[in-house]
C-alpha cells in the first residue's frame, strides 16, 4: 500500500492572528514494506505530518494519495484508516474495556467482521505483542505500563493496516520495557507490515530502521537510509537533534587519528572497521 505525498502544506487556524504553517512543501514517497524513522525537534512537523496520513488531518495545500485514495476525497477517511493504524505516544490511555481480549476486539467489531474472524486476529494480535492466553479475559488496568502498551497496539493490528505508524512508542518505559518494545516492532514489520516510526532516540532509528526522514521548520531537512543521514553530524546538531552515541565514538576515534569512515553509525560497524586497519599494519 504505497503513500505519495505531493507539494502538502497545512496551516492551522487560517485567518486568525494564531495561524501557524505547521508543514510546508513536503514531497514524500513510501513504499510498501519500507521501516521509516520519522524525527525532528519538537514542533518540527512530525505529527502533523503523520496525521495526514491516518486522514486524521486533511491537507490545506497538496494531496495524499493512500494507495490510490485520495485522503481529501468525501468519505475516504473510514476506508484508508482501515488499512493505516496509528498508535499515539501514550496509547495505553485510550484503554476502556473490561477484559483484555474485548478492548482488542473493539476495533474489528466496528469494522462489521464476523465473531469467528474477530476471535483470530485478536488471539493473533496479542500473541504477536507478547500477551499470554493466561492474561486474555483479565482487565487491562491491571497491566504493568508496558504491557498495557501492547494490548493497545494489539488493538491497532486486530485492523489488520498494511501501515503501521508508532509515535514514540518508547516513551516513558524502562530500559527492559524499550528493548522489548524494539523487539515487538520488528516482529511487526517482519510480517511485511510498512512501519513508520517517530522517535527521539537517534541509537533505536539507527538500528531499526530502513530509512530515515528528517524534519526541521515544517520541512524534510535529509531522507536516505542510517548510513547517509547519520554522515550529516553538524546540520543534525544544528537543528538540536542528536547523533546516535556510535557516530559519537566514530568522531572522537577521527579526532584521534583513527580516519574511520563517515558512513558507519553502529558499534558492530566501528569495531569491523577497527580490527580491519589493526589486520593492515
Known amino acids: 500500500m504505497p503513500v505519495t505525498i505531493e507539494n502538502l502544506a497545512h496551516v492551522y487556524a487560517p485567518g486568525t492572528p494564531f495561524e501557524k504553517r505547521a508543514i510546508e512543501k513536503i514531497n514524500l514517497t513510501i513504499k510498501d514494506g519500507e521501516f521509516i524513522g520519522l524525527i525532528g525537534h519538537t514542533g518540527s512537523g512530525k505529527s502533523t505530518l503523520i496525521q495526514h496520513i491516518n486522514a486524521l488531518m486533511l491537507p490545506t495545500e497538496g494531496k495524499v494519495i493512500v494507495n490510490g485514495i485520495d485522503t481529501s476525497t468525501p468519505k475516504s477517511g473510514l476506508e484508508i484508516r482501515k488499512n493505516v493504524g496509528l498508535v499515539f505516544q501514550y496509547p495505553e ?8 481480549e474485548k478492548d482488542v476486539a473493539f476495533g474489528p467489531k466496528n469494522l462489521g467482521i464476523d465473531e469467528e474472524e474477530i476471535r483470530k486476529r485478536v488471539h493473533h494480535a496479542l500473541r504477536l505483542v507478547g500477551i499470554d492466553e493466561q492474561l486474555f479475559h483479565q482487565s487491562p488496568f491491571d497491566l504493568s505500563g508496558g504491557q498495557k502498551r501492547r494490548v493497545a497496539i494489539a488493538g491497532v493490528l486486530a485492523m489488520k493496516p498494511n501501515i503501521l505508524i508508532l509515535d514514540e512508542p518508547s516513551a ?8 522489548e518494545m524494539r523487539r515487538l516492532i520488528k516482529d511487526i514489520k517482519n510480517e511485511g507490515t510498512t512501519v513508520i516510526m517517530v522517535s527521539h532516540s537517534m541509537d533505536d532509528v539507527s538500528k531499526m530502521c530502513d530509512r530515515i526522514i528528517v524534519m526541521n521548520k515544517g520541512r524534510i531537512a535529509l531522507d536516505g537510509p542510517p548510513c547517509e543521514v547519520f554522515k550529516h553530524t553538524e546540520l543534525l546538531e544544528s537543528i538540536h537533534l542528536g547523533v ?4 559519537m565514538l566514530r568522531e572522537r576515534l577521527n579526532k584521534n587519528g583513527f580516519d574511520l569512515p563517515d558512513d558507519i553509525y553502529t558499534i558492530e560497524e566501528i569495531k569491523t ?8 599494519r
Open 93 to 100: 490511555y485510550q484503554l476502556f474495556e473490561e477484559t483484555i
Open 172 to 179: 516513558g518505559l524502562d530500559p527492559a520495557g524499550r528493548a
Open 244 to 247: 546516535p552515541a556510535a557516530s
Open 273 to 280: 572497521a577497527i580490527l580491519e586497519k589493526l589486520k593492515r
